[in-house]
Nanobody, 120 residues
């Protein structure tokens, strides 16, 4: 079955970096646009970045543009989010998911997420 397992989160000081990883299984990664999302309690889930099937096209939310970079490795069935210059407002649970299309919605297959906390 479809599984998405996120990892790489943790506690980091403002200005620090983290690299999140998403291990995908149960489907062909190259068949899907993939995205990273984040959510904090009481707020709606926000899409942080998306990447087209073969990694040529990417899109990042304005709030993370220039600091975060999404990438993928279809051979290893992995999706990554490199996060630099982290800010306290980046604190959230981060999830990866597959999208129905470039402009589509995420699937119902949410993993457990990985917590990112930015604090001094």
């Amino acid at each position: 079955q479809v599984q998405l397992v996120e990892s790489g989160g943790g506690l980091v000081q403002p200005g620090g970096s983290l690299r999140l990883s998403c291990a995908a299984s149960g489907f062909k990664l190259k068949d899907y646009v993939m995205g990273w999302y984040r959510q904090t309690p009481g707020k709606e889930r926000e899409r942080v970045a998306r990447i087209e099937n073969f990694g040529v096209g990417t899109n990042h939310a304005d709030s993370v543009k220039g600091r975060f970079t999404i990438s993928r490795d279809n051979v290893k069935n992995m999706v990554y989010l490199q996060m630099n210059s982290l800010k306290p407002e980046d604190t959230a649970m981060y999830y990866c998911n597959r999208l129905t299309s470039w402009t589509g919605e995420p699937s119902d297959y949410w993993g457990q997420g990985t917590q990112v906390t930015v604090s001094s």
